[in-house]
């Protein structure tokens, strides 16, 4: 019972109501205090409980909603020494919009080589994905890779040459061939590399299971390994792999599920926008 009440004392009574997540989309719930001996899972997915970025006083959890997901209530289960409480995610279905795109009949049928060299690409890349590095790179408010046009926003469903379904699973922005891309926040680059359906690429870990993504780019102008700075470079626009046009693909990968990144930038910057600031 003590451990109980004790939990009570500590979680804000905000998060007694249910939250309402879109699917595709990713939630921030945030901790006045927490035991330290309190984890967090979403369905069957770990959650890690992270600080702040700005209030030492506070406690933060990501929590990723799958784009398949069915609307309805999913809890957030909160176990602890003595006992659990359970944050309710309202999961609705979001204002997603259609679309049929014609690209060369290889990018929706591919032959067994490239079937094969697809398999390859997406386990890498899930591997990466599903990797948590403890350390956090990005102490800043994310930023967009560029300031243009959004051609495509995530979600959208798509229909390729009127046999393969699929949906958008990032945000399309217009860009010329050779327009500079920048990176959206601090990082370590674990992807660049010529890819098949998302062509030349660009991954950025920015630690605690966060992956920023930048696609079809025209040039890599960055190696893995390499320690990126917020506002970098990193490469430049471009169409290469499956697209109809150049254009920047950007994505957001979070404890190994895509969420819409714009969406994600305003969820994780309010926390910096939150917290008040000192007096010159």
């Known amino acids: ?14 998060l007694f109501g249910a939250h309402n997540v879109v699917k595709g989309t990713a939630k921030v719930l945030t901790f006045s205090k927490i035991p330290v001996d309190a984890t967090l899972t979403f369905g069957k ?7 702040h970025p700005v209030d030492a006083s506070k406690r933060i959890a990501f929590i990723p909603v799958n784009y398949r997901s069915k ?8 176990t602890y020494q003595g006992g659990e409480k359970t944050v309710d995610i309202n999961i609705t279905q979001g204002d997603y919009r259609s679309e049929t795109i014609t690209v060369a009949p290889s ?5 067994k080589k490239q079937r094969e060299r697809t398999s390859r690409e997406y386990s890498e890349a ?15 408010p994310f930023i967009t890779p560029m300031d243009s046009h959004i051609t495509s926003t995530f979600g959208t469903a798509r229909m390729y040459n009127k046999t393969l379904k699929s949906y958008h699973s990032g945000t399309d922005f217009r860009a010329p061939i050779g327009t500079p891309l920048h990176a959206t926040n601090d990082g370590v680059v674990v992807i660049a590399k010529d890819r098949y359906y998302a062509g030349n690429s660009v991954v950025i870990d920015h630690g605690e299971g966060l992956y920023s993504c930048y696609y079809h780019l025209s ?10 700075k917020q506002g970098e470079v990193i ?23 895509q969420v819409d990144p714009l969406k994600f930038h305003h969820e994780v910057n309010r926390l910096f926008a939150d917290v008040p600031q000192a007096s010159p």
């Open 235 to 257: 490469g430049l626009s471009g169409m290469s792999g499956r697209v109809t046009g150049p254009h920047l693909h950007y994505a957001i990968m979070l404890h190994g599920t």
């Open 71 to 78: 609307p309805g209530i999913k809890k957030v289960h909160i």
């Open 219 to 228: 040039k890599i102008d960055v190696n893995k390994g390499d320690m990126i």
């Open 126 to 140: 899930m591997k990466i994905y599903g990797t948590f590095t403890p350390q956090r790179y990005w102490s800043h």
């Open 1 to 14: 019972m003590k451990y109980f009440m004790a939990l009570l004392i500590c979680l804000p009574l905000t």
């Open 45 to 51: 997915k770990s959650i890690p409980i992270l600080r």
């Open 107 to 111: 990018k929706v049928t591919p032959n």
